[in-house]
């Protein structure tokens, strides 16, 4: 145990306490460890709250149902149980030591023992628990890496990625979210030397540890590192913009839409359309995301042509064919791909002016055409189309009856 405590509100509050109440009985104990105790003594947001404990999984499920929590046995074989405490989930694992080693399907039996189980864990910085009062354990020296923003594995480098090589993506991605400098030499070095493995991963686990990576503090550096190194195109299959996604990046805090996973990609690897479908399809990312995708390089192929003069840029026009979202994102993604960016502030107030202006709404539909004497079938859509052409050259001012008297 250290002399550093935990004093944040999430362990303090009656949710997290009712679940200690009912696990912590007949000598056995408690601790929130990982993400939730790191991100705490960083002052980083808080989402997911894991508690290792030293009952055994049945006994927990019992235990917390007896008190009255609601119990979903989500890997009770595996050792864990989730349990709703005032609607709060807590994912609860119990102690854990490996008899054999062979990636992730390594058999481990249930135990007793913190510091065998903290050996078990990726980083040093994530292998630290707190109880329920707040006291830091600290079973392998991860506290001062922790406060140190020093990413590195706990033992072997090597050993630790060959176990779940998805630990490579893990080792860029927590240190451009919480780390400080130069990534660990060891570590970087192991992932290098293992690079191959990410080619045994599913697309579902790189996408999601790469939308996560897209959008944290230090990507742009880490993104580079892993590109210069042979890694980046193992996860993409084909060439990244890193300099594009470092302008992209060089937005925030202002701009909320880099903090967009699909964005980010866009921004990452997205020269046209083939790309976004390839990267879609090896990240195995939504509809929706894709849809972004796509829509943002619509919205921005214009604009990317030649050097984005806010000024000049007709939002209404914009606005019209793209929509408000999709506008902003293609202005956004325009924006990085300048060799001979505009000002920001110029940009800012480009994006302020879609944001704000109101999109306009073309005055004519079918029936109107009808009700004038065009005959009903092609012709209609064709009218219609020269119509509106019509209507947007004249910046949107005509009205519906001067573009009937056009008929």
Known sequence: MTDRRITAEWLQNNAIQAVFDAIERHDDAARVVGGAVRNSLLDKPVADIDIATTAAPSVVAERTERAGLKVIPTGIDHGTVTVISSGVAYEITTLREDIETF???????????????????????????CDRSGAIHDPLGGLTDCLERRVRFIG?????????????????????????????????????????????????????????????????QCLSLMENHGLLEIVTGGVSRIADFTAFRGLA??????????????????????????????????????????????????????PVDPAAVDTRKLLYRHGRQTSVDGVVLAYSR????????????????????????????????????????PDVGRVLERLESCWIESGFALTAKELIGRI
């Open 103 to 129: 990636g992730r399907q390594a058999k481990v039996r249930f135990g007793r023992d913190w510091t065998e189980d903290a050996r078990r864990r990726d980083f040093t910085m994530n292998a630290l628990y």
């Open 156 to 220: 072997s480098a090597r050993d630790r990625i060959q176990e779940d090589y998805l630990r490579i993506l893990r080792f860029f991605r927590i240190h451009a979210a919480y780390g400080n400098g130069e990534p660990d030499p060891e570590g970087l070095t192991a992932c290098v030397h293992e690079r191959e493995g990410l080619r045994s991963l599913s697309a579902e686990r790189i996408g999601m540890e790469m939308k996560r990576l897209v959008v944290a503090a230090l990507a742009p």
């Open 253 to 306: 805090p202002d701009v909320p839409e880099v903090d967009e996973p699909a964005l980010a990609l866009a921004a990452l690897v997205g020269f046209v359309d083939e790309d976004m479908d390839r990267l879609s399809d090896r990240l195995r990312l939504s509809n929706s995301e894709r849809k972004r995708m796509h829509g943002a390089l619509a919205a921005g192929s214009e604009l990317i042509a030649k």
């Open 338 to 377: 300048q060799s001979e960016t505009p000002l920001k502030r110029d940009l800012l107030e480009l994006l302020a002016r879609l944001r704000r202006t109101e999109i306009p709404q073309f005055p004519l539909k079918g029936r109107d055409l009808l009700a004038n004497g065009i005959a009903p079938g």
